[in-house]
Nanobody, 124 residues
Framework: HVQLVESGGGSVQAGGSLKLSCAAS????????MGWYRQAPGKERELVSR???????IYADSVKGRFTISQDNAKNTPYLQMNNLKTEDTAVYYC???????????????????WGRGTQVTVS
């Protein structure tokens, strides 16, 4: 079981910035992509951003131009830099490897989703 531990959440005023980190217990270079998701009270969990091992990124329309996903393979840590935060960004943010890790010798993803426990981001 892969552990993903988020940190960096907190309370910030609108217009402020936070940087989330996600410490992974396994080499993210061999993951099938890492992502950040969020869930606001009363809403479903939604994708915020994802990054592939090749560095390709996608963002939810609501965060484009404000959030940046990155990862440090040497530290096994994905990041989410969040700038110009808005009140509607308030949510619990989760780090995930939704497709799991590559199976050795095959290159295929094991499709075992791994999730962190989340970190609260509150924008007022």
């Amino acid at each position: 079981h892969v552990q993903l531990v988020e940190s960096g959440g907190g309370s910030v005023q609108a217009g402020g910035s936070l940087k989330l980190s996600c410490a992974a217990s396994r080499d993210i270079f061999n993951s099938c992509g890492m992502g950040w998701y969020r869930q606001a009270p009363g809403k479903e969990r939604e994708l915020v951003s994802r990054i592939t091992n090749g560095g390709a990124t996608i963002y939810a329309d609501s965060v484009k131009g404000r959030f940046t996903i990155s990862q440090d393979n040497a530290k096994n840590t994905p990041y989410l830099q969040m700038n110009n935060l808005k009140t509607e960004d308030t949510a619990v943010y989760y780090c995930a490897a939704p497709l799991g890790w590559r199976v050795a010798g095959t290159g295929r993803c094991d499709n075992v989703a791994n999730w962190g426990r989340g970190t609260q981001v509150t924008v007022s």
